[in-house]
């Protein structure tokens, strides 16, 4: 039986990337930086027996951190929180320590194509396989030399098997109350959608 902390070294950090744009559907840049990203954070990981990935962008990036989670671990655990930025951290789940990346300005100025893909100043009449496609390239060139690293610790209070399960006071919808709220998070003011009427959605109207 395959346990968790057995790094699978089946497959190469090549198979990785494509089987990263694979599931992406095509080449991005982002995929292939989120697989150098996990190759790395889990050779700095290889004692910790459980790693889970907190991703900073839905942006492409979760596909590379999936995809090397998925086989090199054979599990994928990450949750993606919307700060827009390209960056991720991988982290012990027992002490909750553990390693954040960035992709590094000061290091992407040596690589052009990468740099202005970063700072979104690459031509935009351009479509976007032949935008993307030199900056893939680059990336595949630069590998690890545009990546830091920090070591962090998680501060944010994560749902357990034991977190109950409560009804929202407001709304009545069912969610796990981490830190015992009685209402969920969008009736407590962080709702990322606005409820509207049926006669304003314009979804079903041809
Ligand atoms: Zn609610």
Redesign the pocket.
């Known amino acids: 039986m395959k346990t968790e902390n057995n790094d699978n070294e089946e497959y190469s950090l090549n198979d990785l990337i494509n089987m990263a744009i694979e599931f992406h559907g095509f080449p991005v840049p982002g995929a292939v930086i989120g697989v150098f990203m996990a190759d790395w954070a889990l050779e700095l990981l290889k004692d910790v027996p459980k790693v889970d990935a907190i991703i900073e962008t839905w942006l492409c990036l979760p596909s590379g951190i999936h995809t090397v989670l998925r086989y090199r671990r054979n599990k994928t655990q990450f949750r993606v929180v919307d700060f827009h930025k390209c960056a991720a951290t991988f982290y012990d789940k027992k002490t909750g320590e553990g390693i954040r990346f960035y992709l590094d300005t000061e290091k992407t100025k040596d690589f052009p194509n990468i740099h202005g893909w970063y700072l979104r100043t690459l031509d935009h009449d351009l479509g976007k396989g032949e935008r993307w496609a030199p900056v893939t390239e680059e990336f595949l060139l630069a590998r690890r030399k545009v990546l830091s690293y920090e070591y962090v610790k998680i501060v944010v209070p994560k749902a357990t098997l034991s977190t109950p399960v409560v009804s929202?006071k407001?709304?009545n919808?069912l969610f796990l109350s981490v830190e015992g709220q009685e209402?969920?998070e969008?009736?407590s003011g962080k709702a990322y959608y606005k409820r509207i009427k049926e006669e304003e959605c314009l979804l079903l109207k041809e």
Do not use: M, P, S, V
Request: aromatic share 0%; proline share 0%; glycine share 0%.
């Open positions: 929202c407001e709304c919808e209402k969920c969008a009736c």
